[in-house]
């Protein structure tokens, strides 16, 4: 493995964990969002 | 949770820094990325390389000696090339030419002396030939290739009557061969060496031998390529069998075309014996296919010596990538899992970042090269940066839950409650490893200067950049700060510290570390200075290195040169007899120590020649007693040969000669006994017209820098803790605080020195600077922890509950940066480079053990002895509360 393969690498890991993250956030928002509105029209 | 108003009231200047930071955030961003990028441009002109030069004391009086005589007598930088047939000897004709051929190419290599060679297959190798009417005449061993079976006969017969070569450049059961070549130092580029002597010198000869000899490179038109043409074919081989024939050219092998020798031997070294493949044979203008079937390999060759252990160094700095890649990403990943948020996992990388190209734009600056050895320590020292940003990050979180989710309030009062935990750090990690500067060997003063810089820029990142980066990310979501303080990471670390801090506790901790320094203290004592192993500490005892090393070793004794130069005070010393006498005798004296396998001097030379001149008797294997005999002796040997030929043995004025000593290997203490017992023979032995001088050849810098390493590693471990007691001195205002923190660093350093000890780990170049590091590296935790105990007795004033406030919640990010301390150089226990994954295995027991030892033996303690200048904040704190509530009702 030389330095530009290992860059790459690296580069797509991060930005993977970064998408993953903001996915996994958006998510869980939303479901608040919903909870929180299911509440209201209780 | 605690801390907020009387922190902010002591810490004023930062919490007003914190926010002129954030005001001016774009100049100042602007600024340190326009730097940055001026340091990134000048890494990527970074190279990787080794200048011996630099590994040695260069005002050593060895090592001066040694620069001195290295062109002429030959340096440290040999290689030893050894060639082993499988079946009968030698003396056949295929091996004898291969020989040949072997020696020629190696003459060939990048950098080799050309005039310090021995093999029997160089000029230089000479034998005394007594012609008819009595004339004596001095030729080397092997003139050209030999053809006949007469031919290989006539050189057997030389080398078993010639002393200076039977057993020394031929083994004494007639198996093996030595080719030895000693290269410039200033020309040395270990890689192209390697793949040279790979291509060149081994491959056509080993496994891509097919049995008949291919032309190579014409000597006096190096540049232009040679075809690979066949010059002989040897009967009974596989190419005798393919029907190759004297004058056809091999085009290509399986369709794959090769154009000279070496191509030749790299397209058949991949297939195993008894394969069958196609060569494609030019004969006149027609190309034919011919079938050989690769043979069962005849002989080995095996290589040893400096320059080849740099280059199998080389070959396997590549892991760096993969380690740095599987490091960075399970980083990335625990950082992510411990914060919840891929902010928190990219911060400390910004940091670490950053401080990299700082740093390795400054080893380009000073003009340093990395040595692939030292590889380890750019990792600690990023590691040691990410683990600075993790109690950063983690700090952030707390602030920002205190602060009712105020995301600049935050910023700024993290920013300035760990300003002095963490400028301490940084300043006893670069302090500490500047000491290393004492020791007069350029690499660790260029090393130390590099080291300390690279810490330094962590400031940079950390404090500088740190509330600004902070201020352009969006804000962590509440839950996940909140997701931070449960789990079972979390309960972990309640549990513990309430263990910790409970009597049986306290009392379990306190022996285990006492009866660990106990044990530790006695087994440091087996601790060596230098290689503690025959085989080479760089690389492992089973790689292809040190197995030719051994192999070499068993065969030939000793291949490890030691030189005593014979320093003669006026021209002709070399022929007076007492001189010469004084000589043979230090070579019979040091002969007699289990790890000196021969010796070679003049003398040698001489006693070989009169007995020559007596039909060769034994018993006229002596020196001559008159000047005047001993200069006809010499004359008769070295009419022959130009000056630049004898000069290896002595300089032409015949003023200054030498002894070699070849040592079986290269452990620290057999270094320095031999060379005890080289000073006590000098003490004993003075000569009128001569004096020896230590030393040069492998053996005697390697001495030199032993020597240097004894002389400054007490001083240095002094030094270094000193350093750290004093900056702690000023960070806390207390005499006491530094025996506080460096006592578990104390019980940490004897814990590695015996580690060392057991795992056979010497102390060298190589190993002090990376130890070094590991002393400022490990006081960090303490200070972490130091500090918030300080800041959390301002706030409630209670001693034990402060001690567990600290321990779980700085405490907690101090046990999650240690695991990814751990995690970065534990990586390196998988590289092919010994040296790196001992060092990394090494370090990463040391960042453990400082850990644990911070985060169990420092509380206990603190509890224990109350000390008076934490219980002082305390009081300090209730003086102030009235005042603050006195100056509220007012305003």
Request: aromatic content about 10%; some cysteine; charged content about 20%.
């Amino acid at each position: 493995m030389g330095l530009w393969e290992s860059v790459i690498i690296v580069t797509v890991f991060s930005i993977g964990v970064i998408v993953i993250d903001e996915f996994i956030h958006a998510r869980r928002r939303k479901r608040r969002e919903r909870e929180g509105a299911a509440r209201v029209g209780h | 949770m605690s801390s907020g108003t009387t922190g902010g009231q002591d810490k004023r200047a930062l919490y007003w820094l914190g926010e002129r930071l954030i005001d001016y955030r774009h100049p100042v961003m602007i600024v340190v990325l326009i730097i940055t990028g001026y340091f990134a441009y000048l890494s990527s002109q970074l190279k990787l390389e080794t200048s011996f030069g630099d590994l040695l004391p260069q005002s050593h009086p060895f090592v001066q000696i040694h620069n001195k005589y290295a062109p002429t007598f030959g340096g440290a930088n040999n290689i030893q090339l050894m060639v082993e047939v499988r079946d009968g000897d030698i003396f056949t004709v295929p091996t004898l030419a291969r020989i040949y051929r072997i020696t020629e190419e190696m003459d060939r290599v990048y950098g080799v002396n050309h005039n310090q060679i021995d093999s029997i297959g160089h000029r230089t190798t000479r034998y005394l030939r007594a012609q008819s009417g009595g004339f004596l005449k001095a030729e080397p061993v092997m003139l050209s290739v030999p053809k006949t079976a007469d031919d290989a006969a006539q050189i057997k017969r030389i080398v078993h009557n010639t002393e200076s070569i039977y057993g020394i450049l031929v083994s004494l059961d007639d198996r093996a061969a030595l080719v030895r070549a000693n290269f410039i130092e200033s020309r040395l580029d270990h890689r192209r060496t390697f793949s040279e002597i790979n291509e060149n010198v081994i491959a056509p000869f080993q496994e891509g031998w097919i049995g008949a000899m291919i032309k190579g490179r014409d000597p006096l038109k190096p540049d232009q390529n040679a075809p690979a043409v066949v010059d002989t074919v040897y009967r009974g081989t596989a190419a005798a069998d393919a029907g190759i024939k004297v004058g056809d050219t091999i085009v290509s092998v399986n369709g794959k075309p090769v154009g000279n020798r070496a191509e030749l031997a790299a397209a058949i070294k991949p297939f195993k014996p008894g394969i069958e493949l196609s060569l494609g044979v030019q004969r006149g203008e027609a190309v034919e296919t011919a079938k050989l079937m690769v043979p069962e390999r005849d002989m080995d060759i095996f290589v040893a010596g400096e320059p080849r252990l740099y280059g199998w160094v080389y070959s396997y700095a590549s892991d760096v990538f993969w380690i740095l890649t599987v490091t960075y990403c399970l980083e990335w990943l625990l950082r992510w899992m411990y914060f919840h948020d891929w902010r928190g996992a990219l911060r400390p990388t910004l940091t670490g970042l950053i401080a990299a190209f700082w740093g390795l734009g400054f080893v380009h600056i000073i003009g340093f090269a990395l040595d692939p050895l030292i590889l380890v320590m750019p990792f600690l020292i990023t590691a040691r940066a990410v683990s600075h940003a993790i109690q950063m990050h983690d700090r952030y979180y707390e602030e920002f839950e205190r602060h009712k989710w105020n995301q600049r309030e935050a910023i700024v009062a993290s920013f300035a409650e760990l300003f002095v935990p963490t400028f301490s750090g940084i300043a006893t990690d670069a302090l500490g490893v500047l000491v290393i500067i004492l020791v007069p060997i350029r690499m660790l003063f260029n090393l130390a200067l590099v080291a300390s810089w690279w810490i330094l820029a962590i400031t940079v990142a950390e404090l500088l950049l740190n509330p600004i980066v902070y201020y352009y990310l969006r804000a962590p979501d509440p839950e996940v700060v909140l997701a931070r303080d449960r789990g079972w990471y979390k309960a972990l670390i309640n549990r513990v510290t309430d263990w910790n801090l409970s009597g049986t506790g306290k009392i379990t901790v306190l022996v285990f570390w006492g009866v660990l320094a106990i044990i530790g203290a006695y087994l440091m004592r087996g601790l060596i200075v230098g290689d503690p192993t025959s085989a080479s500490p760089l690389v492992w005892s089973d790689s292809p290195y040190n197995v030719s090393h051994a192999h070499i070793q068993d065969k030939f004794g000793g291949v490890e040169p030691l030189i005593v130069v014979a320093e003669g005070h006026d021209r002709d010393a070399m022929k007076d007899p007492q001189v010469l006498r004084t000589m043979e005798k230090f070579q019979r004296f040091l002969e007699r120590d289990r790890d000196v396998g021969y010796s070679f001097s003049l003398t040698d030379i001489l006693r070989a020649v009169n007995m020559v001149f007596h039909e060769l008797e034994p018993k006229w294997g002596v020196i001559p007693n008159t000047s005047r005999d001993v200069a006809q002796t010499f004359f008769i040997f070295f009419s022959g040969s130009p000056p630049t030929e004898t000069a290896k043995y002595v300089d032409p004025s015949y003023t200054t000669a030498h002894v070699t000593f070849f040592a079986r290997n290269h452990k620290g203490d057999n270094i320095a006994r031999i060379i005890k017992r080289c000073q006590e023979f000098m003490a004993a032995n003075p000569m009128d017209k001569a004096e020896f001088k230590l030393a040069g050849g492998l053996i005697g810098v390697l001495a030199a820098a032993n020597d240097e390493l004894v002389r400054n590693d007490l001083l240095m471990n002094f030094l270094g803790f000193g350093t750290i007691y004093i900056i702690v001195l000023f960070t806390y205002r207390s005499w006491a605080a530094g025996v506080y923190l460096l006592a578990p660093l104390f019980i940490s350093n004897i814990i590695i020195n015996a580690a060392m000890a057991v795992l056979a780990i010497g102390v060298n170049v190589n190993t002090l600077p990376l130890v070094t590091v590991g002393v400022g590296f490990g006081i960090d935790y303490g200070l972490y922890i130091m500090s918030r105990i300080i800041e959390e007795i301002r706030v409630n004033g209670d001693l034990e509950l402060s001690i567990r406030e600290a321990l779980v919640t700085s405490g907690k990010a101090v046990s999650f940066t240690a695991v990814c301390m751990v995690m970065s150089t534990a990586l390196w226990t998988f590289s092919n480079i010994r040296f790196n994954a001992v060092m990394g295995g090494l370090l990463a027991v040391w960042m453990f053990v400082s850990f644990v030892a911070s985060e169990t033996l420092l509380p206990v303690m603190i509890s224990y002895f109350r000390p008076a200048f934490i219980l002082r904040e305390a009081a300090r704190a209730r003086a102030r509360q009235p005042v603050a509530a006195t100056a509220a009702a007012v305003s």
